[in-house]
């Protein structure tokens, strides 16, 4: 079978190429499993080349219809990631983009996945930025009413409600991820307005000091990125009879805070000998505008329900990154 992972030239996108080039196999449209003969990347941009001979990487932008089209092809046995996205930063900062990125490049995807004529799998990375306003819950769940407050937000909404129609329509075969922040991402901070979650974890690691944008209280859902790479391929192979009329599945998460990172990166320090960054204030009240929109806990009981996985403990979740990415 083929697999098209937009967004795969992303931290996500390129740690689940490894993880499905490790399994192998996944559940084709004939309900039983399928050996994975090319993973198709497309992206805005790669970091580096892969050296796999099944892997194929398309530099190119989601919002153009033809590329899109061109990347999933005809292949009648194809399964589709859809983790391509402008960040929550930049869609406040960049309106019609956002449109343009994730709305146009969602129907762009979801209408190649329509073309093939089967019921092909489709996965869609969507956000608890989902919730917002006065209607959140403590903790959120997917019976909690959808009123996004940023457009990054009301974007990946939408697209939720575009999976649930084409299913129901009998287009593809879809399903959403709802996820939580994810943590610990490598590299820089980038635009994103939860980047601060990574950071407060990746530069004390790292020795450097964090400029925290947040108030230190301030409680957030985070999981860890071997767990959601888990649970988009867990969600994949989920049979559709066992979904009803709503796609969108909520991961589940911890709620975490900056005084919660701190104490357990004192702990990890501790137990492995590290000098650690400090954690400094320098509060951003745009980005703490965008989080205060956010929900602070969410509840993932249908997530588990379907066999998904539960976040590891924090400390866990910080022992991958060391192990991924640290020579620690």
């Known amino acids: 079978m083929k697999v098209i992972i937009t967004g795969g030239g992303g931290f996500l996108g390129s ?53 899109v089209f061109s990347a999933v092809g005809v292949h009648p046995a194809t399964s ?43 996965v869609f990375a969507s956000s608890i930025a989902c919730f917002g306003g006065g209607v959140m819950q403590d903790p959120n769940t997917d019976a909690t009413k959808l009123a996004p407050q940023t457009t990054y937000g009301m974007t990946k909404a939408i697209c939720e409600l575009l999976v649930n129609d084409h299913s129901r329509k009998g287009h593809f075969d879809g399903r959403s ?33 964090c400029l925290l ?21 867990a969600l994949h192979e989920v049979p ?31 137990e492995r000998g590290l000098k650690l960054g400090p954690i400094v204030d320098a509060f951003d009240p745009r980005i703490q505008g965008i989080v205060d929109n956010w929900p602070v806990s969410v509840e993932g009981g249908r997530a588990l329900a379907l066999g998904l996985p539960s976040p590891p403990p ?10 991924d990415f640290c020579s620690v």
Request: include cysteine; aromatic fraction near 4%.
């Open 213 to 233: 944008p947040v108030r230190r209280e301030q409680s957030h859902p985070m999981t860890g990125y071997r767990t959601v790479v888990d649970s988009l391929v």
């Open 15 to 67: 740690q689940l190429c490894e993880k499905l080039l490790q399994r192998g196999e996944l559940t084709g449209p004939s309900g039983t499993p399928e050996k994975i003969e090319q993973i198709v990347l497309l992206d805005a941009r790669f970091s580096s080349a892969s050296h796999d001979a099944r892997v194929q990487q398309i530099t190119g932008d989601i919002s153009q219809r033809d590329i």
């Open 240 to 270: 559709a009879e066992r979904f009803n009329d709503d796609r969108a599945i909520g991961l589940p998460a911890h709620r975490v805070t900056p005084l919660l990172a701190e104490a357990t990166l004192r702990e990890v320090a501790q």
């Open 314 to 323: 924090l400390k866990e979740i910080i022992a991958h990154y060391l192990e």
């Open 177 to 209: 991820a709802r996820l939580p922040t994810v943590i610990v991402r490598p590299g820089k901070p980038n635009a994103a307005a939860s980047s601060w979650a990574s950071g407060m974890f990746r530069e004390p690691l790292g020795g450097e000091p």
């Open 80 to 122: 589709i990631f859809h983790l391509a996205s402008m960040v929550s930063g930049e869609c406040e900062e960049r309106y019609d983009d956002a449109l343009r990125v994730n709305l146009d490049g969602g129907r762009n995807v979801f209408e190649a996945a329509r073309a093939l004529g089967g019921r092909a799998r489709v």
